[in-house]
């Protein structure tokens, strides 16, 4: 399948460019796009692309290809619009958007929104085995806690290709349009730690959203939301699942953590279901599983099958066969809601102004 990149960075260095150098009985990258050229001509050659762009609309226009990889950073709706309604398949990297008048307004067409951690080995073996509990009915809790590290310390082995090249009036104009997007989701006069806790809730912790998602359904209501230390510092979430049971999140940045660590606990009446993921930019570093069960036995499983990997694989079926992805244009709506929610929910305990959607 013929392809497209958009954005050069990070991820797509670190991630992409050596998982589709080592599919391309997959897929076949024509053409890469980013703001910078420099990135795009260092992507390019890597990948073997003959089309480097700087601009969506010319990359669109060139076509040559049948599916659109969407992934750099901020809001991604105006570029799954345009590419849905030029008729490409696309695959985007989390978050879809930064409000729900974005999702509205998309296009009808093939999207497939980018949670990894979905289509991890291990989070496939918790889904069967809760199944097996009796789903979501057994749930007492579900209790998470990431360690984040700078994001500098975890890409340190990768050699990454800086943009230096890049107007910087065309980053202000960038950087003003993403905090108009935020305006409208929280209300101009959202205060700067409301907008802070927005990002991160959309740019990380979506990654726990989604698996809630999977395991429970989105929390219709957000109980308990608190932030402390230096930005983005640490964030505590809590509240009530949809069906039994409650979930509570917290999310630490530390600058000089010696490594990422994220543990997703499912307690039910019967043991407990727990993952560790490690990195996600480690590949085929291996998240753990470990069951929990009768007479205190501890059953661990571990896969070192790739991931994002999968859910590349995932996007050929859902293009080629029509298999339908983990997640959809809907349930990227559903965590830009919960996202919301907890912003709203901060800043109703602190008497902080809210408006816009999340209002």
Known sequence: MRIALVGCGAVTQAVYVPLLSRRRDLFEVVAVCDLSRTLADAVGDRLGAAGRFT?????????????????????????????????YAVLCEK???????????????????????????????????????????????????????????????????????????LLDSLRAAERDLVSRALGESAPERVRALYGVALGSICHDLSLLRRFTG?????????????????????????????????????????AYRETVAVHHDRGSLELVFPSPYLMNAPTTLTVVSGAES???HRDVTEAFEVQLAAFHAFVNDGK????????????????????????????????????
Do not use: C
Request: glycine share 12%.
């Open 218 to 258: 989105s929390p219709a209501e957000i109980s308990y939301v608190e932030t402390w230390g230096p930005a983005p510092g640490s964030i505590e979430i809590s509240g009530p699942l949809p069906a039994r049971g409650r979930f509570s999140i917290r999310w630490h940045y530390l600058e000089d953590y010696p």
């Open 95 to 169: 978050p879809l958007a930064l409000t729900r008048a974005e999702v509205a307004a998309l296009p009808e067409g093939r999207l497939m929104v980018g949670y990894m951690k979905q289509y991890d080995p291990a989070v496939r073996r918790a889904e069967e085995l809760l199944a097996e509990l009796g789903g979501p009915e057994a749930i007492r809790s579900v209790e998470v806690t990431v360690l984040h590290p700078s994001g500098e310390s975890q890409l340190a082995f990768a050699n990454l290709t800086q943009a230096r090249d890049v107007d910087p009036g």
């Open 55 to 87: 601009s969506v609309a010319e990359l669109l226009s060139a076509g040559g290809f049948e599916a659109v990889l969407v992934l750099a950073s901020g809001s991604h709706g105006e570029t799954v619009g345009r590419a849905l309604a030029g008729g």
């Open 324 to 359: 339908p992805p983990l997640t959809d244009a809907g349930g990227g709506l559903e965590d830009i809601v919960t996202a919301q929610r907890i912003a709203a929910r901060y800043a109703v305990q602190h008497d902080l102004p809210i408006g816009g959607e999340a209002a």
């Open 298 to 300: 501890r059953t661990e």
